[in-house]
């Protein structure tokens, strides 16, 4: 049975491994069409922009990872307001951090949540199907979240929302609940003992080290 669905964090691998309707074809970049198209769509065209490169290049980012880990650096973490979701998984530690702390945090975060899927990300290209649900949010509202329903092998249906909030015009992920259970309360608790524990340093360096996979939580 496939299932990767073990935390939140998997939906990173899902955002770019769920399946469109062959029929839907974005026409506009991502970064041009998050101004002006609603946050389902914005997804979307990520979704499909990845799963395109992915097939046209499976065997290149196999046999190199640096080039599939800038390619999902470019494609993906855009969509994602990483210095948000690190200030609210450092929670109150990151207000007594400093502004060097807070951006190596984000900046080693952010790397170790993208490598820990990248292999995910091409085994299962065509093995996950994504159903996105009806959009519901109101007029001039400025965070949503853009449910799914992702389709593994066995037949099962997995809920995934992506909660998105408006910056500068734009839609960008803040937040993935998986079955229910939250990225962002995932990691602050993970992280919070460990920096209760042995420092927001130590943990900082561990993360650059790749020593903490965020596949598990308190692994």
């Known amino acids: 049975m496939l299932r990767i669905m073990k935390t939140p964090l998997s939906a990173l691998a899902m955002l770019v491994v769920a399946a469109l309707p062959a029929s839907w074809a974005p026409t506009a ?3 041009e069409a998050s101004e002006t198209r609603p946050p389902d769509e914005v997804i979307k065209t990520a979704v499909s922009r990845v ?10 980012y196999r ?11 470019e494609e993906i ?16 530690h990151a207000r007594s951090a400093d502004k060097e702390q807070r951006r190596r945090f984000t900046e080693a975060f952010k790397n170790t949540l993208m490598r820990t899927y990248a292999d995910a990300m091409l085994e299962y290209n065509e093995a996950v199907e994504a159903e996105f649900l009806p959009l519901r949010m109101e007029e001039g509202a400025e965070q949503v979240t853009v449910d799914t329903r992702l389709v593994v092998e066995d037949g099962e249906n997995v809920p995934v929302g992506f ?6 015009s734009e839609w960008l992920i803040y937040d993935i609940n ?5 990225l962002v309360t995932n990691f602050r608790a993970q992280f919070n003992q460990r920096i209760r524990e042995n420092g927001l340093d130590a943990l900082i360096e561990r ?3 790749g020593e903490i ?3 598990t939580p308190g692994a």
Do not use: C, W
């Not at 909660?163 to 500068?168: I, L, T």
């Open 29 to 31: 970049v991502a970064q």
């Open 63 to 73: 046999e190199d990872s640096d080039a599939f880990y800038a390619m999902i650096d």
């Open 163 to 168: 909660v998105m909030h408006k910056v500068d």
């Open 213 to 215: 996979s965020t596949e």
């Open 51 to 60: 799963r395109d490169l992915i097939k046209e290049n499976a065997d290149t």
């Open 77 to 92: 973490v855009p969509y994602f307001d990483m210095p948000y979701i690190a200030r609210l998984v450092l929670a109150r």
């Open 178 to 182: 998986v079955e229910g259970i939250s």
């Open 207 to 209: 993360l650059e080290g």
